[in-house]
């Protein structure tokens, strides 16, 4: 039989699946790769628990006196895993049907619903940060990074690396219109960064922050956007499952059942090292 579903097209059905999904959920995901993770996968149980180091002091000490003893107490934050999960029913018409390799299609859409979903959880940490700059009644400037940068600092926050924002589009526009002189003219007074805004829409590096641009930045309880500023430390992810694809054929519906699920868990982890960034949510 010319048209029969054999185990080696399905086998290969199930492999396209696979790949595209787990390509586009690490290609996609924007704020997962700039927090510490941390891979349980494989050890029991549903948390991990995270030490929180306190800092030290040094001081002045004369010379043949003994030291004394620092306390040197840890604290932990906690982070659960839980299931998120996705499935798409391929009917036999649908796949027989298609002009492009459908297998592929559905992996990139799972794929892409898990990206967003473990992003859509890091950026809700966001407004729970302490320090916070800017105004939901104002839109961001570069100011507003400029004043979060100064704020890790002062909080002795990875002071010899880089730091990381994660914004709304919305929020961006209006820092690449200030850096721009609002696209009004090609001028040579423009910074790197504002040619490159110019240019390309790309933002890049603002007083050593890296900036990212991501549409699941969600709003505050006012309306506004509340996007992050932060050290890789200042945010958790823990995975305990990594994405897995599973299919299951319906015959009496003639259907190819995809589903996709992991298991991960997100938590804040030293509220001093991430400041929200809050902004108009009006282009």
């Not at 995270?50 to 932990?76: C, E, H, K, Q, R």
């Not at 799972?110 to 992003?119: H, L, S």
């Not at 003639?254 to 868990?265: C, D, I, K, Q």
Request: hydrophobic residues 40%; without cysteine.
């Amino acid at each position: 039989m010319a048209n029969e579903a054999t185990s080696s097209i399905l086998s290969e059905l199930y492999a396209n699946i696979v790949q595209s999904a787990l390509y586009t959920l690490n290609e996609q995901t924007v704020i997962r790769p700039v927090v510490r993770n941390y891979d349980m996968s494989g050890t029991p149980g549903l948390t991990a628990q995270v030490p929180i180091y306190p800092s030290l002091s040094a001081a002045a000490v004369a010379d043949g006196t003994d030291l004394t003893n620092t306390a040197f107490n840890t604290t932990s934050k906690t982070i659960t895993a839980s299931e998120v999960g996705v499935m798409v029913e391929l009917t036999d018409l649908a796949a027989e049907s298609a002009n492009e390799d459908v297998a592929a299609a559905i992996g990139r859409q799972i794929g892409a619903a898990m990206a967003e979903k473990v992003d859509t959880d890091l950026a809700a940490l966001f407004s729970g940060f302490s320090n916070t700059v800017g105004s939901g009644a104002a839109e961001i400037t570069v100011d507003d990074i400029f004043k979060a940068a100064a704020i890790l600092r002062a909080n002795n926050a990875n002071q010899n690396g880089s730091y990381v924002a994660v914004i709304h589009p919305y929020q961006a526009y209006q820092l690449k219109k200030q850096l721009t002189n609002a696209g009004a003219t090609m001028s040579h007074s423009l910074s790197d960064v504002g040619n490159s805004a110019l240019k390309d829409g790309f933002l890049g590096r603002i007083a050593n922050v890296d900036i990212f641009e991501s549409n699941v930045v969600t709003g505050d309880s006012a309306g506004a956007y509340v996007g992050g500023v932060m050290t890789q430390d200042a945010l958790g992810y823990m995975v305990k499952r990594n994405m897995r694809i599973e299919t299951e054929r319906n015959a009496s519906k003639r259907s190819l059942e995809v589903v996709g699920t992991m298991a991960y868990g997100v938590s804040e982890l030293f509220d001093q090292y991430g400041v929200g960034l809050i902004g108009d949510a009006q282009l």
